[in-house]
């Protein structure tokens, strides 16, 4: 395996460009060899599809795609970011028992750090941001 591999995809924001984006990277992955169905499998999709809601949700306004990198470093550490080119930063947002939405970033927070991993927020080009999220690479087989 080399030591960096890099796969992207830039898709609509659109409600189901979630779903591809969701397929796209569980594809990487397993062209990769971690198997779907692997509990690590399965963390990195709920990431990348809570992710992509909140680029379709929050910012399709002023962001009409986003992108998911999807980058292996060294067989060691998955890094998996979304870009869009809204330039507000992700905030928390009250989840009150009675809402349908506001628990995405904190989803992705508890996944990421029963994981191992670390989130960041970077500024993208065109003054939008790339979230990412760095996980230790742990392809196990399914059972």
Request: hydrophobic share 40%.
């Amino acid at each position: 395996m080399a030591d960096h591999q890099e796969a992207t995809i830039t898709l609509p924001s659109a409600p189901a460009s979630v779903t591809a984006a969701r397929r796209y990277v569980t594809w990487v992955l397993a062209e990769w060899g971690m198997p779907d169905g692997s509990d690590a499998a399965d963390a990195i999709r709920l990431i990348v599809s809570e992710l992509a809601t909140n680029a379709v949700q929050h910012t399709s306004d002023q962001s009409p795609t986003f992108t998911v990198d999807v980058r292996l470093e060294h067989a060691e550490r998955l890094r998996v970011g979304v870009t869009d080119s809204h330039p507000r930063r992700p905030r928390r947002l009250p989840a009150a028992v009675q809402q349908d939405n506001g628990r995405g970033m904190v989803i992705i927070r508890t996944l990421t750090a029963e994981s191992g991993g670390e989130l960041t927020v970077t500024p993208a080009p065109d003054g939008g941001k790339t979230i990412w999220v760095a996980l230790p690479w742990l392809p196990v087989a399914a059972p």
